[in-house]
């Protein structure tokens, strides 16, 4: 499954470790949450980077105490109809400035990629090669936005504040 | 009216790109049903019985002259020469090709209207009454909150994949006529004792499988909290409303199984963290969209001009205009209400050349604009009181001028087994025959305001639930039998109606509704109690005792 | 009438077809022999078992480019092998609405 990131297709660094599979002391490593939490303290301790892979029924403020010492998240579209992901993104950039690599994972198709983006992430594990090489055009389909996330595009209401202000100004 | 700037028109022309490639990938085979049926759904696409049907969006019921064009000639050209108005304000066509619906939205857009989110576990159509702006003792426009709610909700990241549609409804006017209570959010606007500007919410009201009328979760959210306030509750919603089964999905069964006072709890908990964010609306933001409604420039015109005063002689002009004009809050004017209820018609239905026609009066004696109302029917929100006798002559040669607004042959139905690939039983038929049953003008002033709605199946896309006389299609070993309740209200006294006993077959529907109109006649305490407060009074017993006294 | 969406179990009580709709243009389509979809009820293969239906639809599922909502519906076959739409929802799928186009004066 190709993982995209900066809008291209790149190799995946971090492995993904089974929950009864030991842990490598170095290296990049997936791990489910709850093989997380059993020992959060430890695992943040290893040489090697660690990401989580947060289950989408389940509030992310377990997770909060912990992200400062995440290289990855990765959340979970089980279909790409349940949409509880996306809230759980922009909890976490949003409301508690995670700032490491969010993933999206499960079944995540061209059709969410701009809202994927919208809502915070910036890591894709896509379902489709033919999808994850059309990556970058078809975010690009979009260049009017209504509302405010995190992801820092201005609003249809921002820009015509902006452009009321500049009228008004002589400009 | 308002007026789509560069921003709106430019966003719905990306859809209608975006969904001509999703389209061009599922013919292909690139995308599967599973995958493509979310996406056209989120365009407003259908499968149903014979055919596609396509959905668009009529935002708040407002529409131009030139929009009401254009959606003639997308029935002519790409379906069979009509469409169907509907219960949340929107246009349905019924017999649209998929490989023809790229050019059916692309030519749409043209006029600034778009199907997005008309179906799909998104946020639908903002609906408002299809008075607003033209009532009299109306606090404000609410078109105006519609459309920054509409702007808001279109293609919003976090919340295109909920667990169920949701539903947003708004009123400004005492009298509700936008159905608020049974919404999934519903917005009453009103002041304070500050005189601030501000909504009461209520959530979590909505018909189908399990009726709930919405609860109110706070008296009071100022103008400038809407939209932190309407996006803590989707939030709650998104992330705990149930994915397990599609008839528990909806936000009002979380409501129920959390109680008001829990999830008034959780919303208030996540509103704090976000109500001084970018989600605060500040005044210049809601003047901006202000401004780009404009109204008319209406004349000094006289109450009782002599045009109107010579045609009271005419006593079809006067039966006409005693039941569809109403009261306008500027002088001199009216709104005007056109049924869609001919006689043996489908209700809702307009043809092409009838919506062109009626396109044309807009323009002469309504300053170009058309309203939808969720009743089924049409109205000309700005018609001077002295135009009302030529404007009469006209909708009459077109079929638009049946005296039977909101009397009992003024019936709301779904498309039902007839085009409905949800349906149980058919519904058209049921209203058809009961156009002609109580086709007497003065009989159905005798009985006054009755409203009859009529739903295929469960899910009450008819509303039958909150209608006077609610009628439900059912089946019963192949055949079409239908459920009868009475006593329900959609407003501002919304309540779910009662049944009065067993289905009864399809053959017998409209006897049955002549029954309980007999009895209502026997019953009533005065001619001006109305059927809904006369079964208020007697409760359901009497109507039960003679409609099943020889059944 | 109940709704074949509602279908959770295949289950048949006489001889059925598989019916859906085409998916460029919507019209109503049957599952033929030979593995396509065709317009006329005439041409719809016939199951007379819940497992040759389960079958047939499995199969006629599969196949969604060609044709969209596929479920089984119930036919009666005529002496003379003629088949019919088997209830009120596949007769008017079949014929069309039952009711009118719209009024107009």
């Known amino acids: ?171 | 009216m308002y007026a789509y700037d560069e921003l709106d028109r430019t966003l719905i022309h990306e859809r209608v790109s975006e969904f001509r490639d999703q389209v061009k990938r599922r013919l292909s085979g690139e995308l599967t049903e599973d995958e493509f049926k979310m996406l056209r759904l989120q365009n407003g696409v259908y499968l149903q019985l014979h055919a596609y049907m396509f959905r668009v969006a009529i935002p708040y019921g407002t529409l131009s002259s030139r929009q009401l064009r254009q959606l003639a000639h997308v029935a002519r050209r790409y379906d069979r020469g009509y469409g169907h108005f509907t219960t949340r304000q929107n246009i349905q066509f019924n017999w649209i090709k998929l490989a023809e619906l790229p050019d059916a939205l692309a030519d749409l857009a043209e006029v600034g209207i778009h199907a997005m989110q008309t179906s799909g576990n998104n946020t639908r159509n903002v609906t408002s009454d299809q008075w607003a702006g033209v009532a009299p003792g109306e606090i404000e426009d609410p078109r105006i909150w519609s459309e920054i709610l509409r702007q808001y909700t279109t293609l919003h990241p976090e919340f295109s994949f909920l667990p169920r549609k949701f539903k947003f409804a708004i009123t400004a006017s005492a009298h509700d006529r936008a159905a608020i209570k049974v919404h999934d959010i519903g917005l009453r606007l009103h002041r304070n004792e500050q005189g601030e500007t501000g909504f009461e919410v209520l959530v979590g009201g909505g018909l189908g499988r399990t009726p709930f009328i919405g609860k109110s979760i706070r008296p009071f959210v100022h103008g400038r909290d809407l939209l932190s306030y309407v996006e803590a509750i989707m939030r709650v919603y998104n992330q705990y409303g149930r994915r397990d089964n599609i008839y528990k999905a909806r936000i009002k069964i979380l409501v129920h199984e959390l109680g008001i006072e829990r999830f008034a709890q959780e919303v208030e908990e996540e509103w704090q963290q976000i109500r001084d964010g970018a989600l605060k609306l500040d005044d210049a933001v809601v003047e901006e969209i202000r401004s780009r409604f404009t109204y008319p420039a209406y004349e000094k015109l006289a109450h009782m001009p002599d045009e109107l005063r010579k045609a009271a002689h005419d006593p079809h002009f006067e039966a006409w205009r005693r039941n569809s004009v109403f009261p306008h809050k500027v002088t001199g004017y009216a709104i005007v209400t056109l049924s869609l209820k001919p006689v043996g018609g489908p209700p809702g239905d307009a043809t092409a050349d009838q919506m062109d026609a009626l396109a044309d009066l807009a323009d002469k004696y309504s300053f170009g604009e058309i309203r939808v109302g969720h009743e089924q029917n049409l109205a000309l929100p700005h018609v001077a009181r002295r135009d009302l006798p030529v404007l009469w002559k006209a909708l009459d040669k077109i079929g638009l001028a049946t005296p039977n607004v909101n009397l009992v042959s003024d019936i709301i139905a779904c498309p039902g087994l007839d085009y409905c690939s949800l349906a149980n039983a058919r519904s058209i038929p049921i209203a058809q025959e009961l156009t002609r049953r109580f086709a007497n003008h003065d009989t159905a002033n005798l009985i006054g305001r009755l409203h009859i709605n009529i739903s295929g199946c469960i899910n009450a896309c008819g509303h039958h639930h909150v209608g006077h006389i609610g009628i439900l299609g059912v089946e019963k070993n192949g055949e079409e039998f239908y459920q009868i309740t009475i006593g329900g209200r959609a407003d501002e006294n919304a309540e779910v109606g009662t049944l009065i006993g067993p289905a009864v077959p399809y053959a017998e529907v409209a006897d049955v509704i002549e029954d309980i109109v007999e009895a209502y006649l026997a019953l009533r305490a005065r001619p001006d109690e109305l059927f809904v407060d006369t079964v208020k009074r007697l409760g359901v017993e009497p109507f039960r005792e003679r409609v099943y006294a020889t059944r | ?105």
Do not use: C
């Open chain 3, 1 to 105: 009438m109940t709704s074949p969406l509602e279908q959770k179990k295949i289950k048949i009580t006489g001889p059925s077809v598989v019916t859906a709709n085409r998916t460029w243009d919507g019209i109503v389509v049957y599952r033929t022999v030979a593995q396509g979809w065709s317009a006329e009820l005439a041409d719809a293969a016939i199951v007379r078992t819940s497992d040759d239906a389960r079958t047939l639809l499995a199969e006629s599922v599969a196949d969604d480019v060609g044709a969209v909502g596929a479920y089984i519906a119930p036919v009666e076959v005529e002496d003379g092998g003629e088949i019919r739409p088997g209830n009120l929802r596949e007769q008017i799928r079949s014929a069309g609405v039952t009711i009118g186009l719209p009024v107009q004066a």
């Open chain 1, 1 to 171: 499954m190709p993982l995209v990131r900066d809008g291209k297709i790149t190799d995946d660094a971090f492995v993904l470790v089974a929950d009864d599979a030991p842990l490598p002391d170095d290296g990049a490593i997936l791990i489910s949450a709850k093989r997380f939490l059993e020992d959060p303290e430890a695992i943040a301790r290893r040489l090697g980077k660690t990401g989580v892979v947060w289950p989408n029924n389940r509030d992310v403020d377990d997770l909060v105490p912990y992200l400062d010492r995440l290289a990855v998240v990765a959340l979970v579209f089980p279909t790409f109809r349940d949409g509880r992901a996306y809230s759980q993104a922009r909890l976490l950039r949003e409301r508690f400035l995670y700032r490491g690599e969010l993933r999206a994972t499960g079944q995540v198709l061209r059709d969410q990629f701009v809202f994927m983006l919208r809502a915070g992430f910036d890591a894709f594990e896509v379902k489709k090669l033919a999808d994850a090489e059309v990556f970058a055009q078809t975010t690009s389909r979009y260049s009017v936005f209504y509302q405010p996330t995190g992801d820092g595009r201005v609003t249809a209401l921002n820009r015509r504040m902006q452009l009321r202000h500049s009228e008004s100004a002589g400009l």
